[in-house]
C-alpha cells in the first residue's frame, strides 16, 4: 500500500496539494512529535493529586491486589479479560501500591499512543495530517481527563493503534515480522478487554473494502488472525460463559434501547470527542461556536477524505464501525452500561476522529481553517480550564470529592454512630469510621438488620444521584424504613450541581434531582414517648 496522493485517484488540485505526501519529511515532526507525547503526560499528570479515585477505579486497584490465580478467577466470574488487571499487579509491586503509582501506570500508555498515531495517520494521509492528529491527541480535554484513570481505557488505546499500525505496515507489504507483530498487538488487545476487538472487524472490512481482489492478503491476514485465535484459545470459554452471564449484569442504564437511545450514545460520545465532559452541552458560547468549527473541520474532512484513497475505508472502520458495534452491542448483550461510559469506551477510536478533522483543517480554505482551528483551541482551553478548576463536568464520578468527604465524616461521626454509603467510593475511603455499604447487590434487607441490631443514636447516609431508576427506588426504600425511627437532622452537601444541568435532568429523568452532586444526611433517634 502506498501512502496518500500516490496511490489516489485523479481529484481537484486543492485537496492534492493539501494532503500530498513529501517523502522529505523534516525531522522537526519527529521532535514536535516528542514533544506531544510529553505534553500529553505533563497535562495528564498535573491534575491527579486533587482527584479522588471513583468506584471503578477502586475495583481496579482491589482486583489488581489479588494474587494471580485469583485475578484470572475475578476476571472470569466478571465481564472482563485478565491481562489489564495482571500488568497493573505487577506495576504495582514494582512501582508501589498508591493512588498517583497506579494512575501513572495508565498515563504512560497514553503518552505512547501519540507517536504510534503519528505513525498511522502519516501511512493514511501525509505526514502534516499525520501531526496534526497527533498534537491534537496529545492536548485533547478527553484524554487528559480519562488518561489518568486506574481503568483499562489507555492500554487498550496504545494497543489498538500498535495494532492499526502494524496492520496498514504489513498491508502495505508484509513479510512474517509485520504479520507477527500485528498478530501480537492484537492479541494484547483483546486480552485487554473485548470491545476493542470491533478493531479487527474494521480491519477486515478494510481489506474488503481496500483490496478485495488480492488473496495473497487475504491469506496473510487469515493466517495472522489464526494465530491471534490460537493465543486466544484459553480465553474463549470463559467468553462464553460472560456473554451468558452479562445481560444479567446490573440493571439496564436509562435509554438502554431504541432509536433514542443510540442517538443519544452517538451524540454524547462524538460531543465528548469534540469538547472533553468538562463543558456542559447547554454552556452555548462555547458549544455553539465548537461545534460548528469541529463540524465544518469534519466534514471538509469527509469531504477530503473521500478523494484520497484509503482514508474514506480507514475513517469507516476504525471511528463508525467501533461506534456502532457498542452501540449494538449495549443494546442487547451489556443493556447496564449507561451512555455517560461511552466516551471511555471507545477512548481507542478517538484518534480516528481527530484523523477526520485534522484532514478537514488541511483542506479548507487558509481563512476558514485558521477560524476554526482558532475556535477549536478557544474551546479546548476552556475545556481544560473547567477540568483543573472542577468545573462544568457532565460525569459527577470524576469531581466529586470523596477523599475529603471520608475525611469530614472522620472528623463529625461520633462514637457508636453509624456511616450508611451508598457509593463504594466513599466506603473505600473510610477509615476509623464504622461505615456499611448500602449495596443491592447484598443480600434484601442485610443493612436494615444491622441498623436493627446496632441501634444507632443516629446514622449517617451518604446519597448520589446515579440516574438509574432501580438505584433511586432501593435507597428511597431505605430512607422510608428509616422514618418510624428516626428523623432527619441535617444534611451536608458536596459539590453544587449547575442549576441548568438540575433542570434538565429534572425534565429527562421525570423527577426531583438533588441540587449537589454528593449528598450526606444526618439522622437521630426520634425521642420515645
Not at 500508555?109 to 501531526?131: D, E, I, K, N
Not at 498487538?185 to 485487554?192: E, H, R
Request: charged letters at 20%; glycine letters at 6%.
Amino acid at each position: 500500500m502506498t501512502r496518500g496522493v500516490e496511490r489516489a485517484a485523479p481529484r481537484p488540485p486543492a485537496v492534492m496539494d493539501s494532503l500530498r505526501v513529501d517523502e522529505r519529511e523534516p525531522p522537526l515532526a519527529v521532535a514536535v512529535v516528542a514533544a506531544a507525547s510529553m505534553l500529553c503526560a505533563v497535562l495528564i499528570l498535573r491534575d491527579l493529586p486533587a482527584r479522588s479515585l471513583w468506584t471503578d477505579e477502586f475495583t481496579s486497584i482491589d482486583v489488581a491486589s489479588l494474587p494471580l490465580r485469583e485475578i484470572a478467577a475475578w476476571a472470569a466470574g466478571d465481564v472482563h479479560p485478565p491481562l489489564y488487571y495482571v500488568l497493573l499487579h505487577f506495576w504495582r509491586e514494582l512501582a508501589g501500591a498508591g493512588e498517583t503509582a497506579a494512575r501513572i501506570f495508565s498515563v504512560l500508555p497514553a503518552a505512547a499512543t501519540v507517536p504510534l498515531v503519528y505513525l498511522s495517520a502519516r501511512h493514511v494521509a501525509g505526514w502534516r495530517v499525520g501531526l496534526l492528529t497527533a498534537v491534537m491527541l496529545a492536548v485533547s480535554p478527553l484524554l487528559v481527563l480519562r488518561g489518568g484513570m486506574v481503568r483499562w481505557y489507555t492500554l487498550a488505546l496504545a494497543l489498538s493503534w500498535a495494532s492499526i499500525l502494524f496492520f496498514l505496515r504489513a498491508v502495505e507489504g508484509g513479510g512474517l515480522r509485520r504479520w507477527a507483530l500485528y498478530a501480537a498487538a492484537t492479541t494484547l488487545l483483546i486480552y485487554t478487554h473485548y470491545l476493542p476487538g470491533s478493531i479487527v472487524i474494521g480491519q477486515g472490512l478494510y481489506l474488503l473494502i481496500e483490496h478485495r481482489r488480492d488473496r495473497r492478503l487475504a491469506r496473510n491476514f487469515f493466517l495472522a488472525l489464526s494465530a491471534v485465535a490460537l493465543l486466544y484459545l484459553p480465553q474463549l470459554g470463559v467468553l462464553a460463559s460472560q456473554l451468558l452471564y452479562a445481560p444479567h449484569h446490573g440493571s439496564p442504564a436509562p435509554m438502554a434501547y431504541g432509536l433514542k437511545g443510540a442517538v443519544v450514545k452517538a451524540g454524547y460520545t462524538l460531543y465528548a470527542f469534540a469538547l472533553g465532559e468538562t463543558v456542559l452541552p447547554w454552556d452555548l458560547k462555547v458549544t455553539a461556536a465548537a461545534a460548528a468549527a469541529f463540524a465544518a473541520a469534519a466534514l471538509a474532512g469527509l469531504v477530503g477524505a473521500w478523494r484520497v484513497r484509503g482514508v474514506p475505508a480507514f475513517v469507516l472502520c476504525f471511528l463508525i464501525v467501533p461506534l456502532v458495534f457498542l452501540i449494538l452491542l449495549t443494546a442487547t448483550v451489556f443493556p447496564s452500561e449507561s451512555f455517560h461510559l461511552f466516551p471511555g469506551l471507545l477512548l481507542f477510536v478517538l484518534p480516528t476522529f481527530y484523523l477526520t478533522a485534522a484532514i478537514g483543517l488541511t483542506v479548507l480554505p487558509a481563512r476558514l481553517s485558521a477560524v476554526s482551528f482558532a475556535v477549536i483551541v478557544a474551546a479546548w482551553c476552556y475545556s481544560l480550564g473547567n477540568l483543573y478548576a472542577k468545573r462544568g463536568y457532565i460525569n459527577p464520578n470524576y469531581v466529586i470529592p470523596w477523599r475529603e468527604a471520608a475525611a469530614v465524616l472522620e472528623e463529625r461521626v461520633r462514637p457508636g454512630e453509624l456511616v450508611i454509603a451508598t457509593d463504594r467510593s466513599l466506603y473505600y475511603y473510610r477509615r476509623g469510621v464504622d461505615m456499611v455499604l448500602l449495596d443491592e447487590t447484598k443480600r434484601k434487607g442485610a443493612v436494615e438488620e444491622t441498623v436493627e441490631r446496632s441501634a444507632p443514636p443516629a446514622l449517617w447516609l451518604q446519597v448520589r444521584d446515579r440516574g438509574n431508576p432501580e438505584d433511586t427506588r432501593h435507597i428511597e426504600t431505605f430512607r422510608r424504613s428509616l422514618s418510624g425511627r428516626y428523623r432527619l437532622a441535617s444534611a451536608l452537601g458536596f459539590v453544587a450541581e449547575d442549576p441548568m444541568t438540575v433542570s434538565f435532568k429534572e425534565r429527562l429523568l421525570r423527577r426531583p434531582v438533588p441540587k449537589y452532586k454528593l449528598m450526606i444526611y444526618r439522622y437521630v433517634k426520634k425521642e420515645e414517648g
